[in-house]
């Protein structure tokens, strides 16, 4: 089982429709989870950290569920400029290895 | 002003050739990573030094020497470059460890794309 999976998508959604994407992780130790976003040829740039009590910055919203070790991304009234990779990123304590999911595309469409 | 910058932007070169990439980031941050972005779009995480000091090193061919001369630079050798190195590197930077956690954000470079023919 790889350490952290999403589903690669793509995801094609219709302007203003709601899209979740869920990312599990196999470490039950884990302690950071962020949300990051990479546009095509682009580098990686920080969406969102995940608390435990979940959090929401504008349109998105994520969560974290330690029980069943996932966290998700909720994004509402989608936006053309919302089209890129979301990579889910998990890390554990200690010496802090990032670990990256593979990402999963997002196309909106108009 | 550019946060984390990464030179060369593209790199095509030969089986067998060394090349280095360089990694600048301004933001005073303490550490800092190399990561290998593959064609299927997995980012793994190469190294991690912290202040100069090598705190992470996956399992890379020894033909990678990360080269960290101050906290602000972290560059990237690599000898006898092979077909599989051709990928997209990215340089990131992230605020001191504290605790032994770090849970800041890490903030990328805009990656080397390395091409080995």
């Known amino acids: 089982r790889k350490e952290v999976e999403q589903d690669p998508g793509p995801f094609n959604v219709p302007e203003g429709a709601t899209v979740a994407f869920n990312c599990t992780y196999s470490n039950s130790a884990s302690q950071s989870f962020f949300w990051y976003r990479q546009d095509c040829r682009k580098e990686p740039k920080l969406l969102m950290s995940v608390y435990s009590s979940g959090n929401e910055d504008g349109r998105f919203t994520a969560q974290l569920n330690r029980a069943s070790q996932y966290i998700s991304l909720l994004i509402r009234d989608s936006k053309l400029s919302d089209s890129a990779t979301y990579l889910c990123?998990?890390?554990?304590?200690?010496?802090?290895?990032?670990?990256f999911g593979r990402g999963t595309s997002l196309i909106v469409h108009p | 002003d550019t946060a984390v910058s990464q030179t060369p932007k593209y790199l095509v070169t030969q089986m067998g050739n060394d090349k280095s990439i360089k990694c600048e980031q301004n933001l005073g941050h303490d550490t800092m990573y190399w990561y290998k972005q593959d064609s299927k779009k997995f980012l793994k995480i190469m190294f991690s030094?912290?202040?100069?000091?090598?705190?992470i090193n996956e399992t890379v061919p020894n033909r990678f020497s990360p080269k960290s001369p101050d906290k602000a630079h972290l560059n990237l050798h690599i000898n006898s470059l092979e077909l599989g190195d051709s990928a997209v590197y990215f340089c990131?930077?992230?605020?001191?460890?504290?605790?032994?956690?770090?849970?800041?954000?890490?903030?990328f470079g805009p990656g080397t794309r390395l091409t080995v023919l």
């Open positions: 990123v998990v890390s554990s304590g200690g010496s802090y290895i990032p670990t």
């Open positions: 990131a930077s992230s605020q001191e460890r504290l605790a032994g956690i770090t849970t800041d954000t890490q903030y």
């Open positions: 030094y912290n202040n100069k000091e090598l705190i």
